[in-house]
T-cell receptor, first 113, second 116 residues
Framework: ETGVTQSPTHLIKTRGQQVTLRCSSQ?????VSWYQQALGQGPQFIFQ???????GRGNFPPRFSGLQFPNYSSELNVNALELDDSALYLC????????????FGPGTRLTVL | KQEVTQIPAALSVPEGENLVLNCSFT??????LQWFRQDPGKGLTSLLL?????REQTSGRLNASLDKSSGRSTLYIAASQPGDSATYLC???????????????FGPGTSLSVIP
């Protein structure tokens, strides 16, 4: 177990709705990254937060947004859900000043109908 | 544009066999390469990380090699066990992940089944 938790485990939404996914980082880790993993594919980087600010972003539209809190927990928000947003969403925590090792949570499976 | 492929997509072997998983990447200008394991319903677990200046890394029954010039990495699993059944993904990074996570490119993974 990595100590990174995510909630909820599964979620079903309809097209056009909004969703919030949550992540609790491993103790002491100050950096969190979010990934989208479609079925049968590798994860794609969405964005990274460090010290409560976005520190890097992948090729995702602005309707994907995030927050990082002082306790280093984090949220991923997706507005105007589309069918293609159905995927496993993974968060990963790391120590910015540490090695290039990320600790992944178990993911949230989002289904958009 | 960096592309990462993994062959085979799926592999089934009897327990005790040694096996090799392959990862290929199109741009040899990488900073490091990682191998991950993903169990069903769980996140990724980092297995081995190879810096671009290294040729291989070993951890227990796992050995990963890197040949930047040919754009290839292999993950060797010795004496496979049913507990090794999982999806194995490789990921290449163009820069340090601390500065540019968007440059981390994952392969699609190889699904491994080890039959008792």
């Amino acid at each position: 177990e990595t100590g990174v938790t995510q909630s909820p485990t599964h979620l079903i939404k309809t097209r056009g709705q909004q969703v919030t996914l949550r992540c609790s980082s491993q103790s002491g880790h100050n950096t969190v990254s979010w990934y989208q993993q479609a079925l049968g594919q590798g994860p794609q980087f969405i964005f990274q937060y460090y010290r409560e600010e976005e520190n890097g972003r992948g090729n995702f539209p602005p309707r994907f947004s995030g927050l990082q809190f002082p306790n280093y927990s984090s949220e991923l928000n997706v507005n105007a859900l589309e069918l293609d947003d159905s995927a496993l969403y993974l968060c990963a925590s790391s120590l910015y000043q540490g090695p290039d090792t990320q600790y992944f949570g178990p993911g949230t499976r989002l289904t958009v109908l | 544009k960096q592309e990462v492929t993994q062959i085979p997509a799926a592999l089934s072997v009897p327990e005790g066999e040694n096996l090799v998983l392959n990862c290929s990447f199109t741009d040899s200008a990488i900073y490091n390469l990682q191998w991950f394991r993903q169990d069903p319903g769980k996140g990724l677990t980092s297995l081995l990380l190879i810096q671009s200046s290294q040729r291989e890394q070993t951890s227990g029954r796992l050995n990963a090699s890197l040949d930047k010039s040919s754009g290839r990495s292999t993950l060797y699993i010795a004496a496979s066990q049913p507990g090794d059944s999982a999806t194995y993904l490789c990921a290449v990074s163009k820069t340090s992940m601390k500065t540019s996570y968007d440059k981390v490119i994952f392969g699609p993974g190889t699904s491994l089944s080890v039959i008792p």
